[in-house]
């Protein structure tokens, strides 16, 4: 993928703030996903839960990383309008992973009522 940049106007609009706050609330979504998944991997004992958990709070971690790097890229002289190479398809994953690790949980708390 090619990185494709203009020239930032001295009014860019909304659409970069957007943008780099969407980021920001992946990452959160990402957090709270995780925290659910590692109290029902601890209350409920299961390891592969934790783990998933763990794994989902380093996704969040770059998940903010990302959204830091894409707010410098939208705030500066040139606007860089391509994201990072692999950011959206690791986002996706962690996206998948948050989905399933969530549903699980909820899965594991009903059993155990």
Known sequence: MTTHSIPATGDPGLQPERTALSWSRTAFALAVNALLSLRSGLVAGEPWLVAV?????????????????RRRQLSGERL??????????????????????GIASIFVEGAIA
Do not use: E, K, Q
């Open 53 to 69: 958990g763990a794994l989902l709070f380093a996704a969040s971690g770059a998940a903010v990383a990302l959204a830091t790097v």
């Open 80 to 101: 860089v309008i391509t994201p990072p190479r692999g950011a959206l398809a690791g986002v996706a994953v962690a996206t998948l992973l948050a989905s399933v690790g």
